[in-house]
């Protein structure tokens, strides 16, 4: 007879769910789309030939067009696949995405989808701005913007007096550069109603919400100390508004320059406190990519600024402002391949928090 074991039963080991990623999976992850959609509007914009030529353009201009269609197709690429892995995660994940939607931080960057989409729409070396079928992708990029804003804004002045100053974090600022984004867009195809139309709600709202974060700068409590490169976004909401008042307008007037020159400020206020961003940069995460999409904002409002004052000193400053863009997205392409399980760590603050309650 065998002799019955008299160790204890051990219980088997849970099996690791086929959906654990995409509990893990956010809309915080669209940073890296935005990073990429941006630089490919980036180098349309410096391979035009309106831009200053005693700058980047004859550099650009030498590069095969296949390089900027390269680009182009990998921002694409990268953006469908998260958003077939959003999608998937609404189907399997559904409390979670609710939770998410609730969240002072990850609510904003719902937007982050919608404004990569019409980033690429405007860089896209396939289609022109007055041709129909531009007009019917800037409808379906931007009817879900205005949905979000209905909902947001709504909440902001019907909750209650306290409720901006305890959900404002710098990731407000997405809500913001989504309505911006879309005016652009509307003032490149020619509809010039709608992208004031767009600017205004836009402009009213980075008023209240600049106000509101100005006055608890110092307080970064409600941001976790590795979502602190988000901060970038205080100078790309500026950057962004100035760009889709030079669309609007048609020139890069004072009200351009002055908000270029806002962006300037706050971007030199950030760099000089890197003490602020120490905690974040002790370990590789997706919120690293949120540096590349404000570097390349306010790269594209330099050029613009470029090609309006036609200075050397301007000229120099976009080229600075330029190359920093593409080396910090050139960085964190290198850093995601090399590292791609610090990815999906188990510490995110968004997977923490976007845990439906039990």
Not at 4 to 23: D, E, G, I, W
Not at 143 to 157: A, E, H, N, R, S
Not at 160 to 176: D, I, W, Y
């Amino acid at each position: 007879m065998l002799k019955a074991s008299t160790a204890p039963n051990k219980p088997p080991r849970p099996v690791a769910s086929r959906f654990a990623m995409l509990t893990r999976f956010h809309a915080g992850y669209f940073r890296i789309s935005l990073a990429l959609s941006g630089q490919a509007l980036l180098w349309r914009t410096l391979s035009d030939r309106s831009t200053d030529p005693s700058a980047l353009h004859p550099l650009v201009q030498s590069l095969p067009s296949a390089a900027f269609v390269l680009l182009w197709s990998l921002a694409l690429l990268t953006l469908f696949a998260l958003c077939v892995l959003y999608v998937a995660r609404c189907v399997v994940r559904l409390p979670a995405v609710r939770a998410e939607f609730r969240h002072h931080v990850g609510m904003n960057y719902l937007f982050a989808p919608w404004i990569s989409w019409l980033l690429l729409l405007q860089a896209t070396p396939f289609l022109r701005p007055d041709a129909p079928s531009y007009h019917m992708l800037w409808w379906a990029f931007s009817l879900p913007i205005l949905v979000l804003d209905v909902k947001v804004y709504g909440q902001w002045f019907t909750r209650g007096r306290k409720f901006l100053s305890m959900v404002a974090n710098p990731a407000s600022h997405m809500t913001v550069i989504a309505n911006l984004m879309t005016a652009r867009a509307a003032a490149k195809m020619g509809w010039h109603e709608g992208a004031v139309a767009m600017f205004a709600v836009g402009a009213a709202h980075y008023l209240v919400l600049f106000v509101t974060l100005y006055q608890r700068f110092l307080g970064s409590d409600s941001l976790p100390a590795m979502l602190r490169p988000v901060f970038f976004l205080f100078f790309a909401a500026p950057s962004m508004a100035s760009l889709a008042w030079c669309s609007i307008s048609m020139s890069f007037d004072t009200g351009c320059k002055m908000l270029f020159f806002l962006s300037m400020f706050l971007f030199a206020s950030l760099v000089s406190r890197p003490t602020l961003f120490k905690r974040a940069m002790r370990r590789f995460s997706v919120a690293w990519w949120a540096y590349s999409f404000p570097l390349t904002l306010l790269a594209l409002a330099s050029a613009e600024y470029a090609q309006e004052v036609r200075e050397p000193a301007a000229s120099v400053l976009m080229l600075a402002l330029a190359v920093l863009s593409v080396l910090v997205t050139l960085a964190l392409m290198v850093f995601t391949a090399l590292r791609p399980n610090d990815l999906l760590p188990h510490d995110d603050p968004f997977f923490a928090a976007t845990l439906p309650a039990r």
